[in-house]
Nanobody, 124 residues
Framework: QVQLVESGGGLVQAGGSLRLSCVAS????????MGWFRQAPGKEREFVAA????????YATDSVKGRFTISRDNDENTVYLQMNSLKPEDTAVYYC?????????????????WGQGTQVTVSS
């Protein structure tokens, strides 16, 4: 089992920044791919970004490229999502997810473990 705990969400004005954190515990070798997804009210869960704990390779959806950065601290079993230039359309519950190596990172069904989510609200 892997437990994931997110933090760092909140209310911010458009153009502002937030940094989300996700701490993994338990069988962390089962979390070689770490991802962030988000879900806005009435919408499907959407891929945001992912990172390989082994290679450090990163992936991001086009709508956040140049604004969001995913990074990791393997010693602390923590993954971060730095979000800059936030827009009202970024408003959603953000979820951290963990999955094995070699998965297609943009597909939520490839992840085995999920955090409880943290709310991000961007006001205009």
């Amino acid at each position: 089992q892997v437990q994931l705990v997110e933090s760092g969400g909140g209310l911010v004005q458009a153009g502002g920044s937030l940094r989300l954190s996700c701490v993994a515990s338990g069988r962390t070798f089962s979390s070689n791919t770490m991802g962030w997804f988000r879900q806005a009210p009435g919408k499907e869960r959407e891929f945001v970004a992912a990172i390989s704990r082994i290679s450090g390779s990163t992936y991001a959806t086009d709508s956040v490229k140049g604004r969001f950065t995913i990074s990791r601290d393997n010693d602390e079993n923590t993954v971060y999502l730095q979000m800059n230039s936030l827009k009202p359309e970024d408003t959603a519950v953000y979820y951290c997810a963990a999955g094995p190596s070699g998965i297609l990172p943009a597909f939520f069904y490839n992840y085995h473990y999920w955090g409880q989510g943290t709310q991000v609200t961007v006001s205009s």
